[in-house]
């Protein structure tokens, strides 16, 4: 008599071998098809990136990775550029430390618009600079993404000795660089920093907390052969470009970081330097910049190095149709901002105590009705913006150093000629 209940079908034991046989082709298929992909993508795909051009540093927070070279590739801001760090960890070709006989030596510093962010290396100002000049000096770019005065003064007085510069070109960018002075970390992220503080009339380094020390693992990790797969990257490359051109047909225009309203107001945001009235930690930010560039002059003065301080123009200042258009979106009230005030202050305390310093708006504001001098996504300088800081500096060599120069017949799209106004002198 059968079961009124279910019935068990029992599969035989080869339905179940056949299964996993076919599973384990098709898995070994797939995995013939990846290596074949991998393979042949390392062959006609040269992409370069594969990590970071930036490392933890103990005593500056980061630096440049030495012998590093990457392609940073961001569709979302339409930039696809080359990085080369040479063995020094500098973005620059390789240097000989020693000098050649005879031959002036310029050392740049600055963030990243001194690095050249969104250029090639060949389209920075130092090396529109370096080519004007020609072999009587050398162009030596020390610019770090993210650096700030105080990072910018401890890599002089530690190895500004060893390059031995005959001038110093401090590169500021006033938006962000008096912010920087009050953080232990990043502005706008979270990679801790050294910083200063003011102690009476004197600065006092604050040591930044050491980074957590980890054990190193014994061999490459699963995840690391992961981010150098060609592969992997091919693919993720591919979707961001879809994401983009997806938002761009949505035209969604970003919110540019560092501009928010609530930024602002907490004194975190490219906005604050140009307040009318600044509250006391702002204020005594500022004061520990202006004390940063004594140090620096201090420093030229006892290695026998000139020093310019070059103020580069936000564009917040240069492009006043483009600023109203990000008051209104932001909802800042223009009449709490004073876009002469940062200049005119640094200005006055350079004079006052004896240093070289060079903010050339006009000229900015001159050539932006000509031609863009800033990226659309990110307000860096393209190489028209560092064509023209070449140009202005330029003449200061020339007027202050008695250095000659002569255009080379591939920068002159660029450098068209003298910029500056006489109706516009520079303080």
Known sequence: MQ???????????????????????????????LILAETTLRFVYQPENFGTAIRYDQRLGWSLDPNTTVRAVHFHHGLDYLIRINSLGLRDREIQIVKAPGRKRILFLGDSV?????????????????????????????????????????????????????????????????????????????????????????LSLVSMPEQPRTAAPAGPSLRSLLKRSRLILFIQRRIERLLYMAQQRKDVEPFPQGFHRSEFERNYSHWSVYRREYDPEFESAWEVTERILSRFSRWCLGHG???????????????????????????????????????????????????????????????????????????????????LTARVLLDELHERCGLEFHIADSDRAYLPGPPRSAAEPHS
């Open 305 to 387: 190095a000139e020093l310019i301080v070059f103020s580069l123009p936000d564009r917040l200042e240069v492009d006043a149709s483009w600023r109203e258009a990000l008051e209104e979106r932001a909802g800042i009230d223009g009449s709490l901002l004073d876009f002469d005030r940062p200049s005119q202050r640094m200005a006055a305390y350079c004079r006052e105590h004896g240093i070289a310093f060079v903010h050339p708006v006009q000229e900015f504001r001159n050539a932006l009705a000509v031609h863009a001098l800033y990226f659309e996504s990110d307000n860096h300088p393209d190489r028209y913006g560092h064509a």
């Open 3 to 33: 079961s009124a209940g279910r019935r068990r079908v029992v599969l035989p034991e080869r339905t179940f071998a056949g299964f996993a046989r076919n599973l384990a082709l098709s898995a070994g298929a797939l995995a013939v098809l």
């Open 114 to 202: 001194v690095f050249g962010t969104g250029v090639d290396a060949d389209w920075r100002m130092s090396e529109f600079l370096g080519r004007a000049l020609g072999d009587r000096c050398e162009v030596v770019n020390a610019g770090v993404p993210g650096w700030g005065p105080d990072q910018e003064l401890m890599f002089l007085e530690t190895e500004g000795a060893r390059l031995q510069p005959d001038l110093v070109v401090v590169v500021l960018t006033v938006a962000n660089d008096v912010v920087n002075a009050r953080l232990d970390h990043l502005f706008l992220g979270d990679a801790p920093k050294p910083r200063y503080a003011l102690e009476g009339d004197s």
